[in-house]
């Protein structure tokens, strides 16, 4: 397991990981919800809020997955652009 923390989130997914952290966390603030549910959705919220920030997501990496363009495919710019 080698997590290297460069960003694999393209510009489409970390837009809609923004928006559905912000619609969220109203929902959470809002008091419509029960307190532990509220809780739950603000943990859930601000991680994804803060992935979508910084464009690197744990489990992508974990997985080997990346939805950010690059010049060569995924497979092959990792074998590329060793460090």
Same mark, same amino acid.
């Given at each position: 397991m080698d997590l290297d923390?460069?960003?694999?989130?393209?510009?489409?997914?970390?837009?809609?990981r923004a928006v559905i952290s912000l619609l969220l966390l109203g929902l959470a603030f809002s008091k419509i919800? =029960? =307190?532990?549910? !509220?809780?739950?959705t603000k943990v859930f919220a601000?991680?994804?809020l803060v992935e979508a920030l910084f !464009? *690197?997501?744990?489990?992508?990496d974990l997985m080997g997955w990346s939805t950010? =363009?690059? =010049? *060569?495919?995924f497979v092959l710019s990792r074998m590329y652009h060793k460090k």
């Open positions: 923390f460069e960003k694999n989130l393209g510009i489409t997914e970390r837009i809609i919800s =029960k =307190k532990w549910l !509220a809780t739950i601000i991680i994804s !464009a *690197y997501c744990f489990v992508h950010r =363009k690059t =010049k *060569y495919p």
